[in-house]
T-cell receptor, first 113, second 112 residues
Framework: DQQVKQNSPSLSVQEGRISILNCDYT??????FLWYKKYPAEGPTFLIS???IKDKNEDGRFTVFLNKSAKHLSLHIVPSQPGDSAVYFC????????????WGAGTKLIIKP | ETGVTQTPRHLVMGMTNKKSLKCEQH?????MYWYKQSAKKPLELMFV???????ENNSVPSRFSPECPNSSHLFLHLHTLQPEDSALYLC???????????FGSGTRLTVV
């Protein structure tokens, strides 16, 4: 059973518009959530995170929103740029989880010029 | 360069071969991880080492054998693999739990 789900395998957005990537989770014990970005032939790189005590975290063009009651988080990128084209992974961890992150399957974001 | 170096970048091996993947970090991180990434599937955690001690083995078949001689180096020894083991193998390290995993670029493994 997948505890972290990214239901959209891919998303296409016009350059300059807002990209919204979604992630749902089932484990209510998760208290820390992260987004990673991955280019082809490279490892994932950390993008932004949020603790469960917050409902929003912003870093430049990237904002992550957390809705604990819905067990849903989203990553907003605005404005979207061509260099944002990549696969985005959502990950979550629970207290005392022995360093383990639980990952979603990823969403491929394509920014159209 | 992320600070986590994996070699080789690409590896093709037969099912009877023995090979090793290497990972190295000099970030001062205490935890190191092996992940497997198959197409359109979530990252699968294979092994976790914390201060050289294995703390997690996620039901990985014995044809994969990890080794962590010190906090900076991690190996994955491979032998008698199957074609379905073909995937991208990623090494990561972190200081503490969850936050700030640094990944290497991965080894693209093809088993023929």
């Amino acid at each position: 059973d997948q505890q972290v789900k990214q239901n959209s395998p891919s998303l296409s957005v016009q350059e300059g518009r807002i990209s919204i990537l979604n992630c749902d989770y089932t484990n209510s014990m998760f208290d820390y959530f992260l987004w990673y970005k991955k280019y082809p032939a490279e490892g994932p790189t950390f993008l932004i995170s949020i603790s469960s005590i917050k409902d929003k975290n912003e870093d430049g063009r990237f904002t992550v929103f957390l809705n604990k009651s819905a067990k849903h988080l989203s990553l907003h990128i605005v404005p979207s740029q061509p260099g944002d084209s990549a696969v985005y992974f959502c990950a979550a961890s629970a207290p005392r989880s022995n360093y383990q992150l639980i990952w979603g399957a990823g969403t491929k974001l394509i920014i159209k010029p | 360069e992320t600070g986590v170096t994996q070699t080789p970048r690409h590896l093709v091996m037969g099912m009877t071969n023995k090979k090793s993947l290497k990972c190295e970090q000099h970030l001062g991180h205490n935890a190191m991880y092996w992940y497997k990434q198959s197409a359109k599937k979530p990252l699968e955690l294979m092994f976790v080492y914390n201060f050289k001690e294995q703390t997690e083995n996620n039901s990985v078949p014995s044809r994969f054998s990890p080794e962590c001689p010190n906090s900076s180096h991690l190996f994955l020894h491979l032998h008698t693999l199957q074609p379905e083991d073909s995937a991208l193998y990623l090494c990561a390290s972190s200081l503490g739990q969850g936050n700030g995993y640094t990944f290497g670029s991965g080894t693209r493994l093809t088993v023929v």
